[in-house]
């Protein structure tokens, strides 16, 4: 296809042709005993992509944020105490739905480009007794990734709910809801899931469901409540057919898609094939003298890179001429530091081919620039890392 734009942004990410004609089929009535198979399949796939043969799936029209508010409105009532913790614009965007529900917040954030410690967690959790807490898995505006398994293992340790962002994490980092104790894993279909934007999805503990059970007060949010969204679900997954508000029917379809393309490359797989392609990339950035924006290795994610624009060069001029050569990167995001950086997604169904073309046009568009550059440098490096595997 001549003029194809390559799409490396941190969601909407490009999607598998399979799921994509999926998405196209004609519309089918939302209690058609088809549909109901396929819906009840993709709460069935979910429980493993989650690792959580023991989660109650949810699946409902809306986006990540809607996830978000979906986990706030129906665990925490007003005056509870949560902890946010925070590594860039994700983290605080729980502090605001968690404000808008009347929770006490208290903020731990990280410096840009850090993750907040382990001990600064359990110090704020064994000074005050907690609701719950919020951690961003992959924080899309910083691309910091934390280690949800210590902090949701203090947080069962404590008796504290843990709610997890992982709209940039589920299907491309590594998660295993269950066994980590996490309380909830939510997000949406257009991240590494792989399913164009339109799906909110979200799994909740047995713990999670119980203390929604034994709330005092009525959830404040008419559409999320899990009261009517529970049957739903139960429903689907009895291959019964049941309403409360129309599901995305060609969404759901194209879920089923991606869901078993994932599950057959296997989600092991999948997780490995994001850190060695998510390493590489790292390595031939570095090679151009580019600055990652996580300050160390080790919490840098997988599913994408954000990269500081060299200072001798303009940012918008550099995507521009990214752009040029058919490669859609992003911008930054986070206030602070929106006009220095820019974010490469790297996540679904991301091959090394596709790196090799957003390496193959950062160079170009630098040199174009006059950074002082040798052409291929970074390829090469990528090559290099790639061919050791
Ligand atoms: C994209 C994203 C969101 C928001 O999702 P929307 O679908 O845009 O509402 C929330 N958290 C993280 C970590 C994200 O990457």
Not at 111 to 118: L, M, R
Not at 340 to 365: C, I, K, Q, T
Request: glycine fraction near 6%; aromatic fraction near 6%; hydrophobic fraction near 45%.
């Amino acid at each position: 296809m001549k003029g194809r734009k390559l799409l490396m942004i941190p969601g909407p990410i490009e999607f598998e042709p399979e799921v994509l004609q999926a998405m196209g089929i004609a519309t089918n009535s939302h209690v058609a005993p088809d549909f109901i198979n396929v819906f009840g399949n993709c709460l069935e796939l979910m429980r493993k992509v989650w690792k959580s043969p023991k989660g109650q799936p949810f699946i409902v029209a809306g986006t990540g944020t809607l996830a978000m508010d979906m986990a706030i409105s129906n665990l925490i009532e007003k005056e509870d105490d949560v902890l946010v913790v925070s590594s860039g614009y994700f983290g605080e965007r729980f502090k605001d739905i968690l404000n808008c529900y009347g929770a006490n917040t208290t903020l731990l954030e990280a410096p840009i480009g850090e993750a907040v410690s382990v001990e600064a967690i359990e110090k704020e959790l064994k000074n005050k007794s907690y609701k719950a807490i919020t951690i961003t898995h992959v924080d899309t505006s910083t691309g910091v990734l934390i280690d949800p398994k210590p902090i949701a293992k203090l947080a069962a340790k404590y008796n504290v709910l843990s709610i997890l962002d992982g709209v940039c994490s589920v299907a491309g980092e590594e998660i295993n809801q269950d066994e980590w104790e996490l309380d909830i894993v939510l997000t949406a279909s257009q991240k590494a899931i792989g399913v164009p934007p339109g799906l909110a999805l979200l799994m909740a503990s047995e713990k999670a469901m119980k203390v929604w059970k034994n709330r005092k007060t009525v959830v404040s949010n008419y559409y999320a409540d899990w009261k009517n969204w529970l049957p739903i679900m139960q429903a689907y997954e009895a291959r019964k057919p049941s309403y409360f508000g129309t599901p995305a029917v060609n969404l759901i379809v194209a879920l089923e898609a991606s869901l078993k393309i994932i599950n057959k490359e296997g989600i092991d797989n999948r997780i490995k094939r994001h850190q060695l392609l998510a390493n590489a990339f790292r390595k031939a950035i570095n090679a151009l003298d580019l600055k990652i924006l996580p300050n160390s290795n080790d919490i840098a994610a997988n599913t994408l890179s954000a990269v500081y624009y060299p200072e001798s060069i303009d940012g918008v001029a550099l995507r521009t001429k990214i752009a040029s050569s058919d490669v859609i990167v992003a911008g930054g995001l986070l206030s602070e530091i929106k006009n220095n950086y820019f974010r490469v997604g790297h996540m679904g169904s991301v091959s090394a081919n596709d790196l090799v073309s957003v390496l193959s046009a950062l160079e170009r568009a630098l040199i174009a620039l006059n950074y002082p550059i040798a052409s291929g440098r970074s390829i090469q490096v990528f090559q290099n890392e790639i061919l050791k595997n």
